[in-house]
């Protein structure tokens, strides 16, 4: 089929909205008849951000695959985040169905549950229709988890899609929905997002977000002199940054990632694996404080430092090469710059005799302090004891072979004994209590035994039981239903069936609504549920 050139594709319109004007405005034809024409099938699924089909599309609109899959799906949205490095979700959503579509982007494995429909902004298509005699969906605008129209400052409004929504039928935005004033922070995300969208429309490549995003972090003290992540810090910041954000809302962000629990996985270098691109819209709009450009330009940073090792190493050999020659400490310490207790411990361990500050102790006294090291005592208490200096006690315990592991080990020794006696203390204050209480209530103590001796914590801990899953929380989700209710458009005219698909409401709208006496009530209200007569 092609279509006349006068029914032409707007720059930034979904391809479901382009081919419900054509039904609207072309041929007096049928639905299942337009489909017919342009895809060759009666029934088709057209999918909000990732249809399929655009080969035979783009053949009727006149214009190139490239062009439809860059600027009218969010093909290189999901691109630019590393969802497509084989290309398969570019070859299923050229030729495929939205079933393979939809699963090469990897949507069903990340376990979110984002609105399945079409969003767009009352402003914009009254604009639309001021303009050009019709409203359409535009694509930006279709991004998940974005709530808010940028550019106008409102709430988006949603059109339920799937098995019992418009993405077998072709429907155009109404122009006629109130509108409602989003908050500050939905507007700048969303214009964060829009922004991103921009960014991914000119990127040839996929961006390495993962080098990206740790060298912002360094330059923001969030990664250790060792390379290793502050994790804490980081979420008590992002918490703040989010606090007052409503997450669970029905166009918006789920409530499975208030928690921010996937940012961990995200930046481990092993296991920085390609995710949902809103996990990364919700991390990177507090990183970067809405600065989308980061993403365009490399930051520059300074190279990450190599470890030491072996440089230490040859300075090491090269010391004590210097005093098997018969150096004195003045002259090593200018040639080499190490300090003079670096030299002497060198010397010693190596059982090269030397003439310094040290030896004015006897022998003896240096046996002692051995001997006490050796009993696990602490270096000030031994300094006080036998009346030296807490730096010769030091440079003693240092410089003799197999001492520091010993003292490490005693240690450990103390601290298991330490936590066995506050295991078992508990067992018998608390015999009814299970693993996981042990676990929460003495996290210390049951981690040492758990990484120093994993048997004895076994001997210790309550025989395992079977897990149980938590009770559902019923007022929460009750909570949670009456404003998802609330905030869909056009309510009165769904069915039940479909509201809880658009909800979420896993069918508890028919099975288990006397556990919800707010939403049944408020379903009472909308005549979606009657009274039973008594």
């Known amino acids: 089929m092609k279509v006349p050139v006068r029914h032409k594709i707007q720059s930034d319109e ?38 399929s089909y655009i080969s035979k599309l783009a053949s009727a609109i006149h214009i190139s695959e490239w062009e439809l899959l860059n600027n009218h799906t969010l093909y290189q949205f999901f691109r630019f985040f590393g969802l497509d490095t084989l290309g398969t979700l570019r070859d299923s959503m050229l030729s495929g169905d939205a079933t393979n579509t939809v699963i090469f982007a990897g949507l069903p494995h990340t376990k979110i549950s984002f609105f399945d429909g ?23 605008h279709q991004i998940p988890g974005v709530e808010a129209c940028s550019e106008h400052g409102c709430e988006l409004v949603g059109l339920m899609g799937g098995n019992l929504g418009y993405d077998r039928h072709l429907v155009l935005p109404s122009c006629n929905d109130r509108m409602i004033l989003a908050t500050t922070k939905q507007i700048e995300f969303a214009d ?46 992002m918490n703040a940054y989010y606090e007052g954000y409503s997450f669970g809302r029905t166009l918006g962000l789920p409530i499975s990632l208030q928690s921010f629990e996937f940012i961990g996985p995200l930046l481990r270098n092993k296991t920085h694996y390609p995710c949902h691109p809103t996990k990364h819209l919700l991390f990177a709009f507090w990183l970067f404080d809405g600065d989308a450009s980061l993403y365009a330009s490399k930051p520059s940073v300074e190279p990450l430092e190599e470890p030491q090792i072996k440089t230490n190493l040859e300075q090491t050999a090269h010391v004590l090469s210097l005093l098997k020659e018969g150096m004195s400490m003045n002259q090593i310490e200018t040639v080499t710059g190490k300090s ?27 046996q002692l302090v051995v001997l006490r090291a050796k009993l ?13 200096g807490l730096g010769y006690v030091e440079q003693i315990i240092s410089s003799t072979k197999g001492l520091v592991p010993w003292r ?46 994993r048997a004895l914590l076994e001997l210790l801990l309550p025989p395992k039981t079977k897990p149980v899953p938590p009770g559902k929380d019923w007022g929460k989700e009750d909570a949670r239903l009456v404003s998802s209710i609330q905030a869909l458009a056009q309510v009165e005219t769904l069915s039940l069936s479909q509201i809880d698909h658009a909800i979420t409401g896993h069918g508890l709208l028919r099975k288990s609504i006397d556990k919800l006496p707010m ?3 408020l379903l009472i209200k909308l005549g979606k549920f009657k009274l039973k007569a008594e």
């Open 376 to 388: 696990g005592q602490h270096r000030q208490k031994i300094a006080d004891l036998l009346g030296v």
């Open 340 to 366: 003079r207790s670096y030299i002497r411990r060198v010397a010693e361990l190596n059982h090269i005799p030397h003439q310094s500050h040290a030896t004015k102790y006897p022998q003896g006294l240096r």
């Open 118 to 140: 079409h969003k767009y902004c009352p402003i914009c298509v009254r604009l639309g229709r001021y303009e050009y005699g019709f409203g359409y969906f535009k694509i930006h």
């Open 519 to 521: 939403t049944r009530n």
């Open 408 to 453: 490490k080990a005693l240690r450990v020794e103390e601290r298991v004994y330490l936590a066995t006696e506050v295991l078992k203390r508990t067992r018998e204050q608390h015999p009814d209590w299970l693993r996981k209480d042990i676990k929460a209530a003495y996290s210390v103590e049951f981690f040492c035994l758990y990484h120093h001796d």
């Open 192 to 237: 964060f997002a829009n922004k991103i969208w921009q960014i991914t429309q000119h990127a040839e490549e996929p961006v390495d977000y993962h080098w990206v995003y740790r060298s912002v972090l360094s330059s923001r003290g969030f990664i250790t002199q060792e390379h290793h992540l502050r994790l804490a810090p980081m979420l008590q910041e």
């Open 14 to 51: 979904t391809l479901l909205s382009w081919v419900a004007r054509l039904s609207r405005t072309g041929a007096p034809l049928r639905e299942n008849d337009i489909i017919n024409d342009l895809l060759g099938r009666r029934r088709a699924r057209l999918h909000p951000y990732l249809p």
